[in-house]
């Protein structure tokens, strides 16, 4: 394997979706680029905003010289990228139309998280000062804390805790996970060669991180929601601080339902969410209904159309929104009382565009 670090890995999957000539009705067609640069938001949207002050690309796309050039991607509708966007591997969507730029946030709605982090990933947390230039630990460094499957036996305590460090860091440990189970080269040359790893830097701290098992990492849950913080921005609008507000927030969220499925894992849950108290999976579901639920008070219309799944099928009847479009139009309004109910009679495929009762 070679010695790049997963922060390398991670900047050049800021996906760039830019938007092709559409001819008469239908929906934007875009093609699929990865940054080669990846930049804080606010600097690469000025980079931006310079970039559509020369080429508006009226007949074709135009590619800036910090992306990928020898060719996109793929090419696709913004409903299919919610299809088929892999969860845990980027936080970052772009999509870009002649006149402006739109950031997007990538939000998982797998909440049944520590199931995985358990049992297919080791975490070691360093202090960067025991690390070379590469960021990997020095063979003698000892790590400040680590985290295995012995880590979790409840009751969770310290790190694992409610405003513990997990809140944050299992979104920087499912992604790296996710990434060596794709691709095991994408890790550092370190350590036991049937246990991928990588190591990702985090202010002061260096996480390691082991691939112990990809299996559990398949068992969560594909769909996601896209929100889109620059969606009512303002001139001079910081979207950095925009983007890790929604990080924060959703992270804090997700890691709430898992600590809650987690005790219902071991048994010594409180009040359930679902109405079948016996039936996990129902649990889980319900766990997540509530999740999407929470996300959309937060972010109300800045959660995207395309978002995939039943989550975005939902959404887009509700508002009757069609799922070609960078956010909800109308009002958003889910209750927590029946959004499982909602989601269940939602259909993934649904878009008002093609609903003939509307017509």
Same mark, same amino acid.
């Given at each position: 394997?070679?010695?790049?670090?997963?922060?390398?890995?991670?900047? #050049? $999957? /800021? !996906?760039?979706?830019?938007?092709?000539?559409?001819?008469?009705?239908?929906?934007?067609?875009?093609?699929?680029?990865?940054?080669?640069?990846?930049?804080?938001?606010?600097?690469?949207?000025?980079?931006?905003?310079?970039?559509?002050?020369?080429?508006?690309?009226?007949?074709?796309?135009?590619?800036?010289?910090?992306?990928?050039?020898?060719?996109?991607?793929?090419? /696709? %509708? !913004?409903?299919?990228?919610?299809?088929?966007?892999?969860?845990?591997?980027?936080?970052?969507?772009?999509?870009? %139309?002649?006149?402006?730029?739109?950031?997007?946030?990538?939000?998982?709605?797998?909440?049944?998280?520590?199931?995985?982090? #358990?049992?297919?990933?080791?975490?070691?947390?360093?202090?960067?000062?025991?690390?070379?230039?590469?960021?990997?630990?020095?063979?003698?460094?000892?790590?400040?804390?680590?985290?295995?499957?012995?880590?979790?036996?409840?009751?969770?305590?310290?790190?694992? $805790?409610?405003?513990?460090?997990?809140?944050?860091?299992?979104?920087?440990? !499912?992604?790296?996970?996710?990434?060596?189970?794709?691709?095991?080269?994408?890790?550092?040359?370190?350590?036991?060669?049937?246990?991928?790893?990588?190591?990702?830097?985090?202010?002061?701290?260096?996480?390691?991180?082991? !691939?112990?098992?990809?299996?559990?990492?398949?068992?969560?849950?594909?769909? *996601?929601?896209?929100?889109?913080? @620059?969606?009512?921005?303002?001139?001079?609008?910081?979207? =950095?601080?925009?983007?890790?507000?929604?990080?924060?927030?959703?992270?804090?969220?997700?890691?709430?339902?898992?600590?809650?499925?987690?005790?219902?894992?071991?048994?010594?849950? =409180? $009040?359930?969410?679902?109405?079948?108290?016996?039936?996990?999976?129902?649990?889980?579901? /319900?766990?997540?209904?509530?999740?999407?639920?929470?996300?959309?008070?937060?972010? @109300?219309?800045?959660?995207?159309?395309?978002?995939? @799944?039943?989550?975005?099928?939902?959404?887009?009847?509700?508002?009757?929104?069609?799922?070609? %479009?960078?956010?909800? @139009? *109308?009002?958003?309004?889910?209750?927590?009382?029946?959004?499982?109910?909602?989601?269940?009679?939602?259909?993934?495929?649904?878009?008002?565009?093609?609903?003939? %009762?509307?017509?």
């Amino acid at each position: 394997m070679t010695a790049r670090r997963e922060t390398d890995a991670m900047e #050049s $999957e /800021a !996906l760039m979706l830019f938007q092709q000539t559409t001819r008469g009705t239908g929906s934007r067609r875009f093609k699929v680029y990865r940054t080669t640069e990846f930049l804080p938001v606010g600097r690469l949207h000025e980079r931006f905003e310079k970039y559509l002050r020369r080429n508006r690309f009226p007949q074709e796309v135009h590619t800036p010289h910090w992306l990928e050039t020898a060719g996109p991607l793929t090419e /696709a %509708t !913004l409903g299919k990228m919610g299809e088929r966007f892999r969860q845990f591997t980027t936080y970052h969507l772009f999509a870009v %139309t002649n006149r402006e730029l739109h950031p997007f946030l990538a939000v998982p709605v797998a909440v049944d998280v520590l199931p995985a982090l #358990s049992a297919a990933v080791r975490l070691r947390i360093y202090d960067a000062t025991d690390c070379d230039d590469d960021g990997v630990p020095r063979a003698d460094a000892d790590p400040v804390v680590t985290f295995d499957a012995d880590s979790y036996e409840p009751p969770l305590s310290g790190p694992l $805790e409610e405003g513990g460090a997990m809140e944050s860091l299992h979104l920087l440990a !499912l992604r790296a996970a996710n990434r060596l189970a794709e691709d095991p080269s994408r890790g550092v040359a370190v350590g036991d060669d049937d246990e991928p790893t990588a190591v990702v830097p985090d202010g002061d701290r260096v996480i390691r991180v082991d !691939l112990l098992a990809p299996g559990p990492l398949r068992r969560l849950a594909g769909d *996601g929601l896209f929100v889109n913080y @620059g969606h009512e921005a303002v001139p001079g609008d910081d979207l =950095d601080r925009q983007m890790g507000g929604v990080i924060r927030r959703t992270a804090r969220a997700r890691y709430d339902y898992a600590r809650h499925l987690w005790a219902v894992r071991k048994g010594n849950a =409180d $009040e359930p969410i679902a109405d079948d108290p016996d039936d996990y999976r129902e649990e889980v579901e /319900a766990a997540r209904a509530h999740f999407f639920a929470d996300v959309l008070d937060a972010f @109300g219309n800045a959660v995207a159309p395309f978002s995939s @799944g039943v989550y975005g099928g939902a959404l887009r009847e509700d508002t009757a929104t069609r799922t070609d %479009t960078f956010s909800a @139009g *109308g009002t958003v309004d889910f209750d927590h009382d029946d959004v499982v109910q909602t989601l269940d009679d939602a259909d993934a495929d649904y878009d008002p565009e093609y609903d003939p %009762t509307l017509r």
